[in-house]
């Protein structure tokens, strides 16, 4: 490293020669510790529930730290039976809205549901974003899935009549992970 001034080249806290921070950094509450993306490019459809392929994983340093969670979908569903969700591995939906006991059949989901005429949900799509605060309260690797939940066809990077048309349009669905220090 060239720059430095007499033989000191590191800390206890930080080695200049490698560009790294050491353990005995603490960082002010609010600060994004370590961000991982992640992106699905292909096709997917299903008229079951299934995992969509869209998934990150970050290793969260500490159980008291919190993730922010920004994904975002090119989707599209033949009526109003199905939608995605954010979930863990064994399928359990992360933040799910609230059910109201006045409004128990209301669907609590992240993106869905689609209502309209049939050859309206045959030819769109459409691009909704996510975004939520998880607290894993453990450290280590946390994964995040895009989850399928259907009894009809839902798609996402692309829209339900998919034929090969300057129309039917194709997409990339993303997800953002940041460990934020609480």
């Known amino acids: 490293m060239s720059g430095y001034i007499g033989s000191k080249r590191s800390s206890s806290l930080v080695s200049f020669d490698e560009g790294t921070i ?3 950094v603490v960082f002010p509450a ?5 961000t991982v993306y992640s992106y699905f490019d ?3 459809s299903t008229t079951t529930d299934a995992d969509s392929g869209l998934s990150g994983t970050i ?8 993730v922010l969670i920004i994904c975002s979908l090119h989707w599209a569903a033949n009526d109003n039976s199905a939608y995605f969700s954010l979930c863990l591995p064994d399928n359990t939906i992360i933040n799910r809205p609230n059910q109201y006991s ?3 059949l209301q669907g ?3 993106w869905g549901s689609v209502y309209g005429g049939s050859s309206n949900l045959t030819y769109n799509s459409r691009r909704d974003t996510f975004s939520t605060v998880y607290s894993p309260n453990a450290s280590g690797n946390l994964t995040i899935k895009v989850r399928a939940f259907c009894t009809t066809q839902i798609v996402m990077n692309r829209n ?3 034929t090969n048309r300057s129309q039917d349009p194709t997409g990339i669905s993303t997800m953002i992970l940041m460990e934020i220090q609480r």
């Open 108 to 110: 609590r989901y992240h």
């Open 102 to 104: 006045t409004f128990d």
């Open 30 to 34: 609010g600060t994004v510790i370590k």
């Open 59 to 66: 290793n969260v340093s500490s159980s008291s730290n919190d």
């Open 22 to 24: 050491g353990s005995g």
């Open 160 to 162: 339900i009549n998919n």
């Open 42 to 44: 292909d096709h997917f």
